[in-house]
């Protein structure tokens, strides 16, 4: 059963009662919202079995990319000192991470797989810094700072 079936089924209509209810608050913006879209986020992380663990691949674009984001990863794994399971595939990235002591993932290993999230969005925000300096370079560019 879907979330929206179960406040069709709370409201007793189908009807967007969103406005209806902003406007009893006192909210002038109301109208703005007559329908706002709401899609639960997919958790990327996948529970493994035999032993338990978090599982995920990530994707790159480029190599350089895929570089950071490895580089980075064994730099945290230094300072935490837990370690998972990198496997490099071509541009994809497979990890692997539990508490190997106890065959089941601990929160260091949530702690661990969420760093990684972190990381994956960061190489891709200062690497589009070094692909526009590289095109500077090539002269297919020319950034202009005020």
Known sequence: MSVSNLMN???????????????????????????????????????????????????????????????????????VQHHGSIVIDELSVEIEVFTKNLNSVTEADSDYAHQCDLIYQDVHHYNMDDEDSDQARKGTIVKIEL
Not at 21 to 49: I, N
């Open 9 to 79: 089924d709370y409201w007793g209509t189908e009807q967007d009662t969103a406005p209806t209810l902003l406007k009893e608050a006192g909210y002038q913006f109301a109208a703005l919202y007559t329908h706002v879209p709401v899609a639960p986020s997919t958790a990327q992380w996948e529970v493994k079995q035999d032993p338990q663990r978090l599982a995920r691949t990530y994707i790159f674009q480029h190599a350089g990319v895929l570089k950071h984001f490895v580089n980075e990863l064994l730099e945290y794994q230094e300072d």
